[in-house]
């Protein structure tokens, strides 16, 4: 069975996404042995921002595999292009392929939406709280549709280095959403009254430095995934108000470039963090939050178990 990126996002349901993924980072961070993943592969294409990678996942408890293989061309859109392949962990059959776009948008989305709600969403009340999405190709859409379906915002504000982008994301959702404004640049004012905040580009040039964001922001920096990249300045990373969650330590020690070029301290993962309410509730209102995610093959894994799933009980019935 094959999911085009239309099918994806008509039928990955964010309830049981959010479920499985919370499962699996959680079993990931508690290093848990039916939970295999290897670093991902990345091969440059002629020395550039190009690149061919590739992940694997196992996980024998649920009993699937799974690999994607995409290609990363950051002046092309859609930036990223490839399928996702799940398979029985038991007999090694194939069980379906899918848009790898359509998925690592929508489950990065979810993933950093599970981040804004441990970390930031006790501070928010709906009537006040301001998004801002940075970053407006393939992730900053799904960041936007994930975001929006999930939580009631005040305000949205828009900003992509190409603001044609821009603009276009904000007509396709001007007609079921009325509270869309576009930033002229990141030294606006207005990026201020910012309370979460989702970097999605891929960007080798730091966007966002301390001077720029309240106090208590959160943001989630989802765009860079090589030692070059990074979208946040150290001076953010590296203030004494900032704390620094991640996917995963090992992935973002070798490929996050906020952590490595900063050196930035990792407080935890965010699989740690469903078993430690007192540490999120704890978090002071003036506490930058950081979630800095590189994107993992298990996260792949989740949202093809969903898709799957979702599959089978279409046919029983």
Known sequence: MY??????KENLSLSPLLEVLADVLHRYSKHDPSLEQPLRSILSINNQQNALLNLPCIDTQRGYMCVKTITSFPEILPAIDGVVSLFNSNNGRLLLIADAKEITA????TVSFLATKLLALNKLKNENAVLTIIGCGVQGRAHLDV???LFKWNKIYLWSRNMTHAIDLQSVYSSKLNNIELLENLNDNRIQQSDVICTCTASEEALLSLHQVKKGVHINAVGSFRATMRELADDLMLSSDTTVIV?????????AGEIIQSKAEILAELGELFENNEFCND?????????????????DLAAAIVLYEYLQECREK
């Open 3 to 8: 999911f085009d990126e239309f099918s994806v």
């Open 106 to 109: 929508r489950r990065t989305a």
């Open 147 to 149: 975001f929006t379906e």
């Open 247 to 255: 996917d995963s330590k090992e992935s973002a020690m070798k490929e």
């Open 283 to 299: 978090i002071s209102k003036d506490k930058i939050t950081i979630f800095k995610s590189v994107g993992m093959a298990i996260e």
